[in-house]
């Protein structure tokens, strides 16, 4: 027998038991809604680890305002390209919705230099016109969760919802304690944990509950 006799399923049963592990080992008295339960399982299967449920965070009615953004076909604005791929094209066209992201573009390099900043900056900055009504989901630099809640406290932008997830040591868990503090529809993950896979498995947790009313 070889082993992908041996370990590997079909696409379907993979995602069915992975469900059902992510499920049976959620740490016991996790308060949430049902929809926000989905999500929260769809984190921590791509995270790999139930631990990190204890550290996700809903603002209130925070999913039912992504359901709401995409099921009008809202843009899904992101930091960087692996978010953006992270999210499933058969959802994205099955909900009408588009993705936008513009690290890579030549405008937002000429920007940071200009203005002295980091491309992350700049690409949130030169977002700034998609962002009304859109879904951001932010899964790797702090500084562009920083800029974009420096856009909100200017009132220059409006998300419908804040997905804020990014990683690593330096400011990104004083990024997310700022978020938490704005009176804004958000979902992030506390502390230094998060990243471009937990960030894209929550758009398309969003994108799954816009076309049905499917829990884990």
Do not use: W
Not at 28 to 37: I, R, S
Not at 106 to 112: D, G, H, I, L, S
Not at 169 to 176: G, I, L, N, T
Not at 194 to 201: N, T
């Amino acid at each position: 027998m070889t082993l992908v006799q041996k370990y590997a399923l079909l696409p379907e049963e993979i995602d069915r038991q992975s469900l059902e592990m992510v499920q049976a080992d959620l740490p016991a008295g996790l308060q949430l809604a049902k929809d926000e339960h989905y999500v929260l399982c769809r984190i921590v299967r791509a995270e790999g680890d139930p631990a990190i449920a204890e550290m996700v965070r809903f603002s209130e009615g925070a999913v039912e305002r992504g359901l709401d953004a995409i099921r009008a076909n809202r843009e899904v604005v992101t930091d960087v390209r692996m978010v953006e791929m992270g999210i499933s094209k058969a959802l994205l066209r099955r909900r009408s919705v588009a993705t936008r992201c513009l690290i890579d573009a030549p405008e937002v390099a000429a920007r940071a230099e200009r203005e002295g900043t980091t491309r992350s900056v700049a690409a949130v900055r030169e977002l700034a016109p998609h962002v009304a009504g859109a879904v951001v989901a932010i899964g790797n630099a702090p500084t562009a969760l920083l800029a974009l809640l420096d856009l909100v406290d200017a009132g220059e932008v409006s998300p419908a919802l804040v997905i804020g997830m990014p990683v690593g040591f330096v400011a990104c868990p004083e990024s997310k304690e700022e978020l938490v503090r704005r009176d804004i529809p958000y979902i992030t993950i506390l502390g230094r944990r998060g990243g471009s896979s937990a960030a894209a498995a929550t758009v398309n947790a969003l994108l799954e509950l816009a076309g049905s009313r499917t829990a884990c």
